[in-house]
């Protein structure tokens, strides 16, 4: 539709004297779509703005002297607010009747020091300026001089804005792509589809800039009150949803883990294993086999236990955990055994399918859909492989220390005879 507008003005327009656009109901709409979105990110914007003021200002920061030219804008527009939205009149709606631009340009101001400089040739050239000046229109040098005698503290964006802002140059460009954009749409301006895309893209882009420094804000200024509240909300939810869960695995008579369950059933595989290698070692006097590292719920693979001997790694035990705690979903703990020199012992996997069930009208209750199950039979082959590992290192020593034994037999045999040829 709007490319065969488009088509019929110009078209027209080379005909004609001047084609003159009255009204656009195309453009309206799209206007329309395009402006909820910046009114919601200016008022986003105010928030923020409006969070970080009175977070270092106090509830009365625009009453600095700093600020007057904002606290004149206030007083001007804050009656018609008021009595044009009855309801609000009581709360303090400062900042909605400042426009953007004027709010924007008070928080990137500077702050100066309460007193001037007190040498006595600066009082000397204030008191000739306040007293020499006898026309309105030369006030302004006068203020202008009487201003430049305080020292700069700090400017106010730099210090308290930019910390929550992650990339205040892309920040500063969207901004100004945002209010040209605000003053386009609210003075009904005319727009067509690509201008709506462009505005909406860079509006997203705008808010998301807003709702990271808000996130960092929040994060750094939380009071005691605040995390106690939001603690108190997650722990309410967590008892719900235990709650919920209880009702379900009771109907059904199923167990939907979630991960910490899941990865406690994989670490008592990986006890009951260790628990028959060191059995098997308690009394070996060569071999010995160190203490257990607890699995953890990482993807990274985990070295759990090694068997050595004197300095010596003979054999490392390794656990790599992929857990899934969706009802229904299959968890996998694979374990590893390898010996000296990469030498592959065993490579098994063990298997936890989640629970699963679903609310059946028919029996008013939750019904079954899979059933929870843990597939540990590979724990046994894991421990066969290393028992078989350890009785053939266990052969080599004997082996090696009987042909030391014959060796040490054989010089013993050859040094007494030696000894009796020469006596």
């Known amino acids: 539709m709007e490319k ?56 009365e920061w625009h009453d600095r002297p700093e600020f007057s030219k904002l606290s004149a804008s206030i007083e001007l527009n804050a009656d018609n607010v008021k009595r044009n939205v009855p309801n609000f009149a009581n709360i303090d709606v400062n900042l909605y009747t400042v426009t953007l631009e004027g709010l924007m340009d008070t928080v990137q101001s500077d702050i100066y020091t309460d007193a001037m400089s007190s040498d006595s040739e600066v009082q000397k050239r204030i008191k000739s300026k306040i007293f020499s000046t006898t026309q309105l229109d030369k006030m302004k040098s006068a203020l202008d001089f009487l201003r430049n005698q305080y020292t700069k503290k700090y400017n106010i964006w730099d210090k308290f804005f930019i910390p929550f ?32 895309e462009k505005m909406l893209y860079d509006t997203h882009a705008f808010r998301g800039y807003i709702k990271e420094a808000v996130r960092k804000f929040d994060s750094e ?10 603690q108190a909300i997650e722990d309410q939810k967590e008892y719900e949803r235990e709650a ?104 098994e996997s063990i298997e936890y399918v989640n629970g699963e069930a679903e609310y059946n009208l028919e029996q008013t209750s939750y019904m079954p859909v899979v059933k929870d199950s843990l597939d540990d039979g590979n724990k046994e082959a894991v421990k066969e492989a290393v028992n078989e590992f350890v009785l053939r290192i266990m052969d080599d020593c004997e082996t090696m220390g009987y042909s030391e034994e014959r060796r040490a037999e054989e010089d013993w045999d050859a040094d007494a005879a030696d000894i009796l040829e020469n006596r």
């Open 4 to 59: 065969l507008k488009l088509a019929i003005k110009n078209s027209m327009v080379r005909d004609w004297y001047k084609c003159v656009w009255i009204s656009d109901r195309q453009s309206l709409w799209l206007s329309r779509e395009v402006y909820s979105e910046i009114y919601m990110a200016e008022n986003e914007l105010r928030a923020f703005v409006s969070k970080v003021m009175i977070d270092n200002f106090g509830a």
């Open 221 to 230: 200024n939380r009071s005691e009150e605040v995390e106690e509240t939001l």
């Open 244 to 347: 919920h869960l209880e009702i379900v695995q009771s109907e059904a008579g199923i167990s939907i883990r979630d991960r910490k369950k899941i990865l406690a059933l994989f670490r008592e595989v990986i006890r009951d294993i260790y628990r028959d290698i060191h059995e098997i070692l308690y009394f070996n006097e060569v071999l010995d086999v160190n203490e257990i590292n607890s699995l953890k719920d990482e993807m990274d693979e985990q070295l759990l236990f090694t068997i050595f001997n004197g300095r010596q790694e003979l054999l490392n035990v390794y656990g790599l955990v992929d857990i899934d705690d969706s009802e229904g979903a299959t968890s996998v703990l694979k374990i590893s055994v390898v010996g000296g020199n990469d030498e592959d012992v065993a490579t």
């Open 165 to 196: 802002i992650d990339k205040p140059e892309e920040f500063q460009t969207s901004l100004t792509s945002f209010i040209a954009n605000r003053n386009h749409v609210a003075h009904n301006k005319l727009l067509d589809y690509s201008a709506k």
